[in-house]
């Protein structure tokens, strides 16, 4: 099974944050991945990055990622 990044712990009334997945039909086998955050309202949230693999996290980022809305 392949591992893949989740985000957690983010205030979801203040920010969401999430992952899109991209695919270049151009003829290369080669995926992107960019991390999209969007601002719901005035704030700070923050959130960690975990690499899944078989639903748990097999690595947890040690320091969260702050995220201030204005």
Known sequence: ????????????SVATVEFEKHHDDGGDEEYGMALKITGVSTGSTSFKLELMH???ADYTSTNNVPITVQ
């Open 1 to 12: 099974e392949e591992a893949e990044l989740r985000v957690s712990g983010f205030n979801a």
């Open 54 to 56: 078989d639903e748990h």
